[in-house]
Structure formats: structure tokens, C-alpha cells
């Protein structure tokens, strides 16, 4: 994802501030590198009293170092402010998310310390399913492309959603996903997008999507799968094949990290 001048500016300032319980998260890590521009930062906390610190600490800095900011909401589990430096603005949101994840968080230059890719992608199927929002389209193809098959990220999202099955996501994804060109002409992107052809994609990708987790057994729902240390969308007739990873509370590492990669 291109950041605005003030995004990277931001970023770069609020490094510093941030730790293993106080990490950004959201489209900005995910789509590094990508066309879609996003309109707000998001800085995740895994308990509700560090998120009111965080809060205090990085307006402050951003005060000091002359960014004018617009409180939007203020409560123990969600701030929100408007960050501004003359004809620039962006959204700036801290807030408290559930610390059961697939993979510890990491240390990134830019961002400080990030919520791993696998569970970047898995919190954004959860999001998919309960809301209408263009921009998850193209978040759920980049997902795709470039972190891991869907399937399998939704068939490992299942164990971050308590009551839905890997099917009843990928059924409320195609639900959800009813947009016109006027609602994709209003993401920002450079290269614009194309509707048509992430529509079309995203029906694809969503078919195969179902046809794998189809083919799963239901008692490994919310389970990664490694092969020589890589995260895989699996063969469901060669799951012995595969080294399995569930999630637990603040992530961990396969028993050989060293050979540990997503892509």
C-alpha cells in the first residue's frame, strides 16, 4: 500500500512507541507495496489499559512535533483522532484487539513491531464477514496472491470466529459482496481499479475457496498448515504429509523457526 507523505511521516514517528503489545495491524501491513491507499491507521493492544496509554504517549509525541489532532472517540477500548499538518490529514486509531493469534508480533522498520501476515489476513476474513466494504475485495485478492491461498486462510480464520463454519464465511463474504463501480471509484488507488475484474476475480477465488475447505475434515477447522517450514494451502487427501499450527493467546513459532516463511 502507497502511504500519503503524512502516513510515512507518521509511521516513521510512532515507531518508537511501539512494542510487542502495541502494534500496527489493519490494510497498512498488509497491502505494503500495493495500489490501494488507506485512510486510516490502526494500532492494535492487547490488553484495554495499554491502549489508553499508547493513546496518551503518541498524541503527545505527535503535539510536540506540531501535529494538530481532532479527538473523534474516546473510549477504554477505542480512541480515534484526526491527524493533521496543513492540507494533509489521516485517521489514527488505537485500539483493543484479542490477543489469540497464529504467530507472535514482529519488528518491521517502518511500523515498529506489526501483527505477522497470516494473522493480518485471517483478522481481515473476520472483518469481511460483517461488513459491506469495497475495499475488503481488494484486501481479500491481495491476501490471496500474496500471503496465502484463501481457503486456507479462512479455514484458520474459523478458529479466530467462535460460530461460523469455514463454508457459512465464504457464503457472508459473497453475501456482503454486492457493490457497484461508483463504491470501488471511491478507494483510492494508484493505478486505479478495475471493478469488473476484481469482481470476477474475487467469484474465482471464492469458488475455490469453497471447494478446498469442502474437501477438509471439520475437526481440523482453525489449523495452519506447514510443509518444510512454509505455511500451505494443503492437500486435504495428504494431511499427514503437513506439519499442523493452531493459534493460543500472544502466538508462537513452529518447533523449527528457522525455517519459518510465508512466502
Known sequence: MPLTDLQGELFRLLA?????????????????????????????????????????????????????LEVLRREPACYVVLVRRGDEVTRLEWMVDSDFRFFPTERDALFGYVLHPIDLATNKVGAAIGRREPRDVVDLLTIHDRVLSLGAVVWAAAGKCLGFTPEGMIHEIRRLARY???DFRRIASDPPLDPVQLMQRLRLVLDEAEAFVLRMPT????????????????????LSEYQMHTGQRRGHWPSTPELFSIL
Open 180 to 182: 457497484t463501480e461508483a
Open 219 to 238: 475437526e481440523k477447522v482453525g489449523v495452519l498448515f506447514l510443509r518444510d517450514g512454509v505455511v500451505v494451502q494443503p492437500d486435504p487427501d495428504r
Open 16 to 68: 518508537s512507541q511501539r512494542d510487542p503489545e502495541s502494534y500496527v495491524a489493519g490494510s497498512s501491513p498488509l497491502n505494503r507495496g500495493m495500489a490501494r491507499y488507506s485512510g486510516d491507521m490502526d494500532i492494535f493492544h492487547d490488553r484495554e489499559e495499554r491502549v489508553v496509554s499508547a493513546y496518551l504517549q503518541d498524541c503527545a509525541l505527535l503535539e510536540a512535533h506540531g501535529f494538530a
